[in-house]
């Protein structure tokens, strides 16, 4: 594989970044204290591929394997300055301790940095999230204000804390399911709408296109629509800015991308994958709406069929029933727990069975694709990239492709193309595995 002729020029990411989150909840006060906590040397930020990641260059003889932070120029931890907005005025410390995840010892080392962060009033309309409701609520007339309120808010924070680059992440509810009407079909329908007050247009696009006129680079973390329409990419590319979606790959789903490949690596086959929940924070309340739970079952049903193509496949993967619950139930807070019962057979037909019941923290696992997400998405911004960033597949449960191509849900293959999209925007050589020139 030659090597890429030019290096791509990627801006040193001088002075701060500011970090606009889009709700305060638990996944957005557990990213916050834990960026805190691992610049005080309180804990490591581990899951966080940009912190603890390294890169294998060149071939294996040459045993040049640098981490992550070493061989790109990302923005320092140090260099973080957090804003949010949110249906409720607590304090990110505040909001911290009403979540649960983290304990107070460790907290209580962080509530300065915590307490000095206040959410500005929320975009929000119960009408798309039905299960949550707060005081602290923008009142406009129409969307359209509603959006130059936002951006107030932003050109504010930037221009207290003197900053020059944001990104903007949406840590917020998932809204009720929503398909692309034509007020989404171009920015010129979609602004319109938003001037007429269209039904269509959710808070969620409403944040995103705040972040795209001004330029700020805007992610995805829930399964709304959101980006995923023609109006906001053409603003995305119009603008120059780089856009990832949608919805953050934690548990369930982070397991079927991994076992998955793994069942189709050594074509077994698939008759039943019954995946069953409980969870007790805010997203699961949010969930417990029939709406919600809709756009929410769309992204985890579809990383099955991607991964083991049906089409390509129809003995071993044609007729498969693939089945979806998740439940709210208070006690386990953001304790969540998943049950996979999955249901293959191998040769000459013969049945078997995997269990797994995975016990996971949400809010833990989402926080450190909160920070890559962050640091990537700034990155991509300096190096010129702009629309919808494939390359970060890696962190979604429904990535975000090119009209005209399905997107790419193995795990494994997703980590290959964020690693080589890197090895490229340094010039190095695209890693294949090939293997085959140590044998020559």
């Given amino acids: 594989m030659p090597l890429v002729e030019k290096n791509v020029s990627i801006q040193e990411p001088k002075g701060k970044l500011g970090v606009l989150l889009v709700g305060l909840g638990a996944v957005s006060t557990t990213f916050i204290a834990g960026v805190e906590a691992v610049k005080r040397g309180l804990a490591e930020p581990i899951g966080s591929l940009t912190q603890m990641g390294t890169i294998r260059l060149g071939k294996r003889t040459e045993y040049r394997s640098p981490c992550l932070k070493d061989f790109l120029p990302f923005a320092a931890l140090k260099d973080l300055v957090f804003g949010a907005w949110d249906v409720f005025p607590d304090s990110a410390y505040q909001a911290a301790v009403k979540a649960g995840v983290l304990e107070h010892s460790l907290l209580d080392e962080v509530r300065e940095p915590l307490e000095r962060i206040t959410p500005w009033k929320a975009a929000f309309d119960q009408f798309y999230v039905k299960r949550l409701s707060g005081p602290h609520i923008k009142e406009a007339k129409t969307k359209w204000e509603l959006a130059k309120e936002i951006m107030r808010d932003i050109n504010a924070f930037k ?9 903007m992440i949406w840590c917020g509810s998932t809204e009720i399911f929503l398909q692309e009407k034509p007020v989404h079909g171009t920015l010129a329908s979609f602004e319109r709408g938003l001037k007429e007050n269209d039904i269509d247009i959710p808070p969620s696009q409403i944040y995103a296109y705040a972040a795209l006129s001004l330029g700020i680079p805007f992610a995805n973390g829930a399964p ?5 329409i023609g109006a906001l990419q053409e603003l995305a590319r119009k603008r120059r800015v780089p856009i990832a979606g949608k919805d953050f790959k934690t548990g369930q789903t982070l397991m079927k991308t991994i076992v998955a490949p793994g069942l189709k690596a050594r074509l077994l086959g698939l008759s039943g994958w019954f995946s ?5 924070n805010r997203d699961g309340e949010v969930l417990d709406d029939p709406d919600s739970f809709k756009t929410k079952e769309e992204s985890k049903l579809s990383a099955l069929n991607h991964i083991l193509q049906p089409g390509l496949y129809p003995t071993l993967y044609g007729r498969f029933t693939h089945m979806v619950q998740i439940n709210y139930y208070p006690p386990r807070g953001d304790n969540k727990e998943g049950w996979d019962n999955i249901d293959i057979f191998g040769w000459l037909g013969y049945p078997m069975e995997i269990k797994i019941n995975f016990l996971c923290r949400d809010s833990i696992l989402a926080a450190p694709i909160v ?3 962050v640091l990537f998405l700034d990155l991509a911004q300096r190096a010129g990239m702009r629309g919808v960033q494939e390359w970060l597949s890696f962190y979604f449960k429904s990535p975000m492709t090119a009209p005209s191509l399905y997107p790419e849900h193995d795990l494994f293959i997703q980590l290959m193309k964020l690693k080589n999209t890197l090895r490229y925007l340094r010039g ?12 020559d």
């Fill in 428 to 439: 190095e050589e695209l890693i294949t595995h090939l293997g085959v020139e140590y044998y």
């Fill in 224 to 228: 709304n629509l959101t980006v995923d």
């Fill in 159 to 167: 221009k207290e804390h003197g900053l020059k680059r944001c990104v």
């Fill in 371 to 373: 920070l890559d997400l």
């Fill in 276 to 280: 069953t929940n409980i969870l007790g």
